[in-house]
């Protein structure tokens, strides 16, 4: 008597490792493989058998054409950029996000950079060890308290509102907030315009999401309306920001400084004239990584992906219409 065929797991491919948790967690419905990397040749070439997929990283534009087996797509994360959404809505293609995930993780990020460049305690530790006591100590009488300044927030998404909170109830900020719906988010911020938001904070987080509209957005024209001083925080995404224009203010001393988490291309090129820069700090694309949140987004996107599965519909459902399709 012939044994009955047992159909093969899905196959589930991680763009990048996830939480090991996360993985134990599909491992009994599915196939997990990792890319060996995130070259657009090598995520077409394992795409073919996929039934799922788990991203951390840019897929190609053309990725559906080379995945006639795909069922769903979950971002390890919350920014949709990384995703071809339109073209997995016209086909019929769930695509998940994980909003909330690393909100805290960001949030935090925010505030230390903020500190990192008003109280400069890295620079003191430095300056004490190399130059003595009073030597580092007289650099402090220059430094700046961030308590009874202005901070400004270009977008008001979960990030921004999070950031809001912390400025405005743990520090006393005055919080200006731009977005597109010009709204006080139940009082937490003064709603104004993006042209109001950079000429009247000390410092400024860029937090809105990579759109069309908000490309480019960051030029030298707004950099130039900022204060004498002030500082500038970009964990949203690199191409909202000009970075020549930051250099410029940066090298002018029209900028009291910066702290870029992303880059219009990633990763940062060791050569690239940012490295050159004062007062400027600079990390690569961690804002939101931290040990915990990076369990939460792969237990939270394994959670997705097994509903997906399992024909169920996800929680963060982004694009509805794909399952009208």
Known sequence: MTPPSIAPLPLVLLTNPIHDDAVAMLAPHARVVVAPDTAAATLRALAPDTAGMIVRAQLPDDILDHAPNLRGIVRHGVGLDFVPLEAATARGIPVANLPGSNTGAVAEYVFSALFALRRRLADLDAGLRRDGWLAAKTRANDLAEVGGSTLGILG????????????????????????RTASDHGGLVEPVDVATLFSESDAVVIACPLTDATRGLVDA??????????????????????????AAALNAGRLGGAALDVFEQQPLAPDHPLHACP???????????TATSLRAMGLGAAEEMLRILAGERPRNLVNPAALER
């Open 156 to 179: 008001m998404g979960e990030i921004g509102r999070r950031v809001a909170g912390i400025a405005r109830h743990g520090f006393g900020l005055r919080v200006l907030g731009s977005s």
């Open 221 to 246: 024209a707004l950099i130039g309306r900022m204060r004498p001083g002030a500082v500038l925080i970009n964990v949203a995404r690199g191409p909202i920001v000009v970075t020549d224009a930051v």
């Open 279 to 289: 007062n400027l700090l600079l990390t690569p694309h961690v804002a939101g990584t």
